[in-house]
Nanobody, 123 residues
Framework: QVHLVESGGGSVQSGGSLRLSCSNSEKSASRYCMGWFRQGAGKEREGVAVITPYGDTEYIDSVKGRFSISRDNPKNTVYLQLTALKPEDTDVYYC?????????????????WGQGTQVTVSS
């Protein structure tokens, strides 16, 4: 059974940086499409970035040039580097996994989810 654990959230000031990590319990995690989503109170879950098993990436427009998704397959870990953070980036960030070679920015694509990690950016 896939078990995802996120870490690295926290509170920073506007312009600051954080690195989120997501460990995947599956030994064959390299086969998975991995994604990072975020959700605030009263809002729908939003796809932030995804990475295919081959390393192809996709981002929402609001984070392009500021966030970077990467994966370390031997460590079964996916990262999301957040830089130039803005108060509007404040949300709970979730890691997601799907055993597909293609990825989607839609939450419906992903059957496996972590518990989430809070990111708070103050102005």
């Amino acid at each position: 059974q896939v078990h995802l654990v996120e870490s690295g959230g926290g509170s920073v000031q506007s312009g600051g940086s954080l690195r989120l990590s997501c460990s995947n319990s599956e030994k064959s995690a390299s086969r998975y499409c991995m994604g990072w989503f975020r959700q605030g109170a009263g809002k729908e879950r939003e796809g932030v970035a995804v990475i295919t098993p081959y390393g192809d990436t996709e981002y929402i427009d609001s984070v392009k040039g500021r966030f970077s998704i990467s994966r370390d397959n031997p460590k079964n870990t996916v990262y999301l580097q957040l830089t130039a953070l803005k108060p509007e980036d404040t949300d709970v960030y979730y890691c997601a996994a799907a055993v597909f070679s293609d990825c989607s920015m839609s939450a419906d694509w992903f059957p496996h989810w972590g518990q989430g990690t809070q990111v708070t950016v103050s102005s």
